[in-house]
């Protein structure tokens, strides 16, 4: 067992020492407001103070988990036994990393942007990490995997470590619009027919009509690829699907179309997860979002517990706070689509800590590394080099035991236009993540 002893026993400190101990190193601790509690059952004696004591493991705290609210932050750099840290100092690991920790997932960094892109996110062009070229490291699991190690050396492997599961893919596929052509008003066809018709696109008006004489199967509809990929590999996906309204950023069909309906139940046969993907309209509209997880729900005909944000529209904390109300139990949207990386510089999941409550919440938060669109249509990447890029993401995990979370959407499996061939993309994902460390 490990004993730490701390004077200030605040909630973040709690939130931190749940995560490293229970949540990743499946170890038991005790917490102590006095050194002299401690017992010889306590193999690893870690000191979080500034006060030395003899036989304890000193990590110096930097402050911030002593804190309540928000304080600025010049965060700095610091390579410490070749691995990148914050809040580095001269204590016996060399830097706070419990408090590092917290800064990373709490999203410390987002509550003091004042500058948010033209949807009202987040940009990763704000965050520290991004201009220090550490997106791409899973920076907090890199930091656990360390403590681990030297917790062990320093046990003589006399403590005891859970084993992480087999499984650590995770394939995620977002359904904004179910189809391309097919079950939308007429209004919908004759505007996109004459966009198509003034523009030259004859594949495309080709392709159309032969839809909609049902000559010619709908690109967005390759859910039967999806579902044989996926049980080829022995692998289930959680879906997200938007069911609000039209709008300019909302282009899915009615959920009352019976095809639409059909394919959802389809989705939940198969033994699939489906969550809610809240409308682009539904952003800091409670009453909105509400409403498209009924709808959902009833055409599933189960509770729905899980969600991601249309457009990675979320603001902190005010979305998950509503969410949580709304009955979601697990977030999908912590990452960024035009970047691949770690937004919250871990690939595992953890749970929200309420910065502006100073509350640990029960809401999981998954995020995810990787999205298609972020290759091909922001960083403008052909196949290839995608393949290539994300490979280095994909053998980092290795390092840290950590999950591969990825999204593709149904448009991006149409292998057709400009998606010809990229299913070659998601087919590697799927077989390259799917391993056992």
Same mark, same amino acid.
């Given at each position: 067992m490990i004993a730490i002893y701390t004077p200030y026993l605040s909630n973040r400190t709690k939130y931190v020492l749940e995560y490293i101990f229970k949540q990743q190193f499946g170890c038991d601790y005790d917490v102590f407001e006095n050194v002299d509690q401690a017992t010889e059952k306590h193999i690893i004696k870690i000191n979080y103070s500034s006060v030395p004591c003899d036989g304890w493991i000193q990590i110096l705290p930097h402050g911030i988990l002593e804190r309540k609210g928000l304080s600025f932050y010049n965060?700095?750099?610091? =390579?410490?036994?070749?691995?990148?840290?914050?809040?580095?100092?001269?204590?016996? *690991?060399?830097?706070? %990393? !419990? &408090? /590092?920790?917290?800064?990373? =997932?709490?999203?410390?960094?987002?509550?003091?942007? =004042?500058e948010y892109d033209k949807h009202d996110r987040y940009s990763y062009k704000n965050s520290i990490f991004y201009h220090h070229q550490y997106l791409q490291t899973p920076l907090v699991d890199l930091w656990v995997a360390f403590f681990e190690s030297y917790l062990k050396e320093i046990s003589f492997n006399e403590l005891r470590f859970k084993e992480k599961e087999e499984n650590r893919l995770v394939p995620t596929i977002d359904v904004d619009s179910v189809f391309s052509y097919k079950g939308k008003k007429l209004v919908r066809q004759l505007g996109g027919l004459s966009k198509d018709i003034l523009g030259g696109k004859w594949p495309q008006i080709n392709r159309r009509m032969g839809?909609? %004489?049902?000559? /010619?199967?709908?690109?967005?509809?390759? !859910?039967?690829?999806? !579902?044989?990929?996926?049980?080829?590999?022995?692998?289930?996906?959680?879906?997200?699907?938007?069911?609000?309204?039209? &709008?300019?950023?909302?282009?899915n069909i009615s959920p009352h179309n019976k095809a639409f309906q059909k394919l959802i139940k389809r989705?939940? $046969?198969?033994?699939?997860?489906?969550?809610?993907?809240? $409308?682009?309209? #539904?952003?800091?509209?409670?009453?909105?979002?509400?409403?498209?997880?009924?709808?959902?729900e009833n055409i599933i005909e189960r509770p729905i517990f899980q969600s991601r944000q249309h457009y990675l529209r979320f603001a902190l904390p005010s979305t998950y706070i509503s969410l949580i109300k709304l009955g979601i139990k697990r977030e999908? $949207?912590?990452?960024? #689509?035009?970047?691949?990386?770690?937004?919250?510089?871990? /690939?595992?999941? !953890?749970?929200?800590?309420? *910065?502006?409550?100073?509350?640990?919440?029960? =809401?999981e938060i998954v995020p995810f590394s990787m999205m298609d669109v972020a290759f091909k249509e922001f960083m403008h990447l052909t196949m290839e080099d995608t393949l290539q890029y994300s490979a280095k993401m994909i053998g980092q995990l290795e390092k840290v035991k950590g999950d591969f979370n990825f999204i593709f959407h149904n448009e991006s499996l149409s292998d057709y236009g400009g998606w010809k061939g990229w299913r070659t993309v998601f087919e590697s994902w799927l077989s390259n993540g799917n391993k056992t460390y």
């Open positions: 965060i700095q750099f610091t =390579l410490i036994n070749e691995m990148t840290v914050i809040f580095g100092n001269a204590c016996d *690991i060399g830097f706070d %990393i !419990f &408090g /590092a920790i917290f800064y990373c =997932l709490v999203r410390y960094e987002e509550y003091c942007c =004042l839809v909609l %004489i049902n000559k /010619a199967q709908d690109p967005f509809d390759n !859910f039967d690829y999806q !579902f044989e990929t996926l049980k080829r590999v022995g692998l289930k996906a959680n879906y997200f699907i938007q069911v609000g309204d039209n &709008g300019p950023y909302d282009k989705i939940v $046969s198969e033994g699939h997860e489906v969550g809610l993907h809240p $409308s682009y309209q #539904s952003f800091c509209e409670d009453e909105i979002i509400q409403k498209e997880k009924q709808i959902l999908f $949207s912590m990452g960024y #689509s035009e970047v691949p990386g770690y937004r919250a510089n871990t /690939a595992n999941p !953890f749970y929200w800590y309420d *910065i502006e409550m100073e509350t640990i919440t029960e =809401l």
